[in-house]
């Protein structure tokens, strides 16, 4: 059974940086793609980016796009979110999950994956 636990979140002043890591234990993720999601107090959760089982293929929503990086380690079974130049709008508890179902090269910018993390804080505030 696959489990992803999630770390790296804190408080960080606006325009920082921080490293989110979605680490997994039971089963290798070589074959998930994985989805980064947050949840900010009185709002919906949002998918923010996505990485293919492969690492091909990567995607960003809008509000992260160019400020946010997805990448992967195979060998570490982790999944990390690089987050820079940190806004105040990022605050928010940030998930990962992950689902072996889409093909190799693709994942999906959407919440329907099975299995999730229990989430981290990150508060941007000066």
């Known amino acids: 059974q696959l489990l992803i636990v999630e770390s790296g979140g804190g408080l960080v002043e606006p325009g920082g940086s921080l490293r989110l890591s979605c680490a997994a234990s039971g089963v290798s993720l070589d074959f998930y793609a994985v989805g980064w999601f947050r949840q900010a107090p009185g709002k919906e959760r949002e998918a923010i980016s996505c990485?293919?089982?492969?690492?091909?293929?990567?995607k960003y929503a809008d509000s992260v796009k160019g400020r946010f990086t997805v990448s992967r380690d195979d060998a570490k079974n982790t999944v990390y979110l690089q987050m820079t130049s940190l806004k105040a709008e990022d605050t928010a508890v940030y998930f990962c999950?992950?689902?072996?179902?889409?093909?190799?090269?693709?994942?999906?910018?959407?919440?329907?994956?099975?299995?999730w993390g229990q989430g981290t804080q990150v508060t941007v505030s000066p």
């Open positions: 990485v293919s089982s492969s690492g091909e293929s990567t």
């Open positions: 999950a992950a689902d072996s179902s889409p093909p190799r090269s693709m994942c999906v910018m959407w919440d329907h994956y099975p299995v």
